[in-house]
Structures are given as C-alpha cells and as structure tokens.
C-alpha cells in the first residue's frame, strides 16, 4: 500500500481556504483531518457493510509513524471482524471502570464519607499519609486485589525511616478504608486482618515527653527562660509554660477573648482542647484554669504588646495567625535544652510529678489530690466515677486555684535555688 503523507506535509498540512476543515488521507483509510484549532489522526473503514470511522490520536501529540502503526493495528483487528472505535470504546469504559475500584478512588471516596467527622488538622494529615505513604504503592490497585504482603512492605517502608508510629496509623488507615470497601460490596474481605502488628513491626517503647522533675535542675531552667534573649512574646510563652499545665497548642493558639484577668480565670472552649472531634463540633463545654498571681502579672505586662491581635502570642509573621508550633521548642533548643531533655510538652509532666511529690509537713500525706491534679491536666476520666466528679464545680474551682498558686509559688521559690518542695499545712 502506497504511503502518500510525509512529515513535512503533516506539519505544513492546513484547513481549506474557506476555514472548513480539510482532509488528507494516506492511503488504507487513513487520514489526517486539519481543523482551525487542531489535527486529528483518523481510521475510515467499513465492517458488516457499514462506513465507520475510529479516531486514533491528535498531531503532534502522535506522529506520523505512530498513526501508521495504530491504523496497521486498527486495520488487523476489522480483517477479525472486530470493531476499532467500539473495541477502544469498550477498553475505555474498563478502565475507568477498573479506576472506580482502585484503592486511591476507594479510599478518596472513605475520605471525604470521614470529612464532616473530622478536624481540620486530622483531615490534612490523613490526606498527607494516603498521598505520601499509600497511593505511591497501592493506590491504581484494584480493591479486592491488594494484598497483605503488599501492605506489610508498604508499612515496614514507613516504619524503615524512624516513623513506628506513623506506620502504625498507615495500616490503621488502610483498614478503615477496607471496612468502608467492604460495606459498600467493592472488597470481600479486609487484608489487614491477618497482620499481627507484633509480628509485622519491630517492638515499640513508649517514650514519654522528656521533663525535668530534679528541683535543682527545675530551678536553672526557671532562670534560664528569664534569661531568654529571643523575643518578649516567646520569653512569656516561655515563663507561662510551667505555670498553667496546657499542651503546647493549647497555649500557644491561646486568645485574648479567653481570658479575664480581673477574675484571673482562663476560659478554653472545647474545640481548643484535645477532644473527640463531635465534641469539638458541638463545644459544648470547656477548660477552666485558674491563673495564680505570677501567670496575671505576666499577662498584664504581655497584654499592651499582643491585644491588637486576637492571639495572645501572634507569629512573627503576622498577627492574624498564633505562634508557630516550634517556637517554644527552638526557644528551648537555644538556651541549651535539647528534646532528650525537656520538651513544650514536659511542662505538664514537670507539674503533674513535682504536685504528685508533695506532702504535708506534719503528716506527710498528698498534698494535693491526685483528681485536682488530673482535672487541671484536662485528662479525661471516662470511668461512672469520672463522669460524675464535677472538674468544674465552683469547690472544685477553688481547690484548683489553691493548688496552682502554690505551684506558682514553689516555682519562685526553686527559682531562688530552694531544693525542697515541702509545704505547710493547708488553710
């Protein structure tokens, strides 16, 4: 069969003069077809008795020798009385077909079924580990087709870079999306069931927030944070940190609207605080944490500097945003104390061992009550006892901001290099 197009006239090949569009064919029904805004690589054949014509691609995107090959392969399949256009039309409805049940639009669509039960921050950094640590690998798979050797390499892949916990929660995701899959008939059965974390993952230790609960060394870190030569609104983060017993996000995103300093009371809605996410939602509740007499002193000396924003420590980059995550932590690194030693998170650990420690002079019994303590931490209690123990009841209230004012001033006084943390008897 002769050929009849070159490369050249391919490229140089125009619509007709009038605008319509113009035709060159290449022999064996093969044409190209030149229009205003584009060129086309065409097949004209007839089978069963019909004229019919199947589009093989878009020049330049595929050249001349590639519509040779994709007619020569169009033109074999109508010699076995198979048609070109429905046949790439049936191979095109299979593979979107195969693209609805991959693990990626399975999981994508677990995704956003999850979305209106999440928070923000636990929909981004699942969206992060689907992208990042499960689509490279699995994701164009068909559903019911993964298995759990794959998933094992996948996880043990993110366990490999020092991230146990992050692969942990990896196979956690994984199987959720298998029980969405499985709810909806796309999977028969969900792969991570038959992997034992204790086989598949090397043993984890639990590690606790690093903390200082040595008085003495307790003391240096008080003054060294006064020592601080970085900003005023990170030394006041700094300072606050030991006084008040939050997580580091909780202080840091802290708002001015949540505190009255004339009633020294910080007030934390729900949806700051670390909580189920309908809980968050509805926030219907909150954190009360009484301020000793340093915390006031601190805030009222911050408040002229920060009240134009709406945080209490806005970024240095910009009010209309809180403090970075890291700014504690880097405050912390440069004075000398790295995360082996005590990290933002350590403060809590500090207060909630040295407050355990305590004992009363004559009799040496607690002190403080281990509820009190628990209850200023905001740990939850879930137990029929929990349930019923008012946190926030006006005694409670009372005996909370009793306790954090000798806190406050124990830390002055190991500050002043005092060792011993022994109290008087209670009033």
């Not at 981004?124 to 994701?139: K, Q």
Request: proline share 5%.
């Amino acid at each position: 069969m002769t050929k009849k197009l070159k490369d050249s006239s391919v490229k140089n090949a125009k619509p007709n003069q009038d605008g319509s569009p113009a035709s060159y064919t290449d022999g064996g029904g093969l044409l190209l077809y030149v229009t205003k805004t584009g060129k086309y690589w065409r097949y004209r054949y007839r089978i069963e008795g019909k004229a019919a014509i199947c589009s093989l691609g878009a020049y330049p995107e595929m050249s001349l020798k590639e519509a040779r090959e994709q007619h020569e392969a169009a033109r074999k399949q109508v010699a076995q009385g198979i048609n070109p256009s429905q046949h790439k039309q049936q191979l095109k409805a299979q593979q979107q077909q195969a693209e609805q049940r991959s693990f990626q639009a399975v999981a994508l669509s677990w995704l956003k079924q999850s979305a209106s039960k999440w928070s923000e921050g636990n929909l981004l950094r699942v969206n992060r580990y689907l992208n990042n640590d499960i689509f490279p690998w699995i994701g164009s798979t068909d559903i019911d087709q993964v298995r759990p050797a794959e998933i094992t390499r996948l996880v043990q892949r993110v366990e490999a870079r020092g991230a146990g916990d992050a692969a942990r929660r990896v196979k956690q995701y994984i199987s959720q999306v298998y029980k969405y899959a499985i709810s909806l008939e796309l999977a028969e059965r969900n792969p991570t069931a038959d992997l034992a974390n204790n086989i598949i993952f090397k043993p984890r230790v639990e590690k606790p927030f690093a903390t200082l609960t040595d008085p003495v060394k307790v003391g240096q870190l008080l003054r060294d944070i006064d020592q601080y030569q970085g900003t005023f609104v990170v030394r006041v983060a700094l300072q606050l940190s030991p006084l008040v017993m939050l997580r580091p996000g909780e202080l840091r995103a802290a708002e001015w609207s949540e505190i009255d300093l004339k009633q020294a009371l910080w007030t934390i809605p729900i949806k700051r605080m670390k909580a189920p996410t309908h809980e968050k939602q509805a926030n219907l509740s909150q954190h009360l944490i009484p301020l000793p007499r340093q915390a006031v002193e601190l805030l009222r000396e911050l408040y002229p500097y920060t009240n134009k924003s709406p945080y209490v420590f806005p970024s240095a980059r910009g009010a209309s945003r809180c403090m970075s995550e890291n700014a504690v932590r880097a405050a912390l690194r440069t004075m000398g104390y790295d995360n082996d030693t005590i990290t933002p998170h350590g403060f809590r650990g500090m207060a909630s061992t040295l407050l355990n420690r305590m004992r009363e002079q004559d009799t040496r019994s607690r002190l403080w009550d281990m509820d009190l303590i628990e209850q200023q931490l905001a740990h939850r209690d879930s137990s029929i006892r929990g349930r019923y123990n008012r946190a926030d009841s006006v005694e409670a209230l009372h005996q909370r901001r009793e306790m954090l004012q000798a806190w406050a001033d124990c830390l002055d006084e190991l500050r002043a290099g005092g060792q011993i943390v022994v109290f008087r008897k209670k009033k």
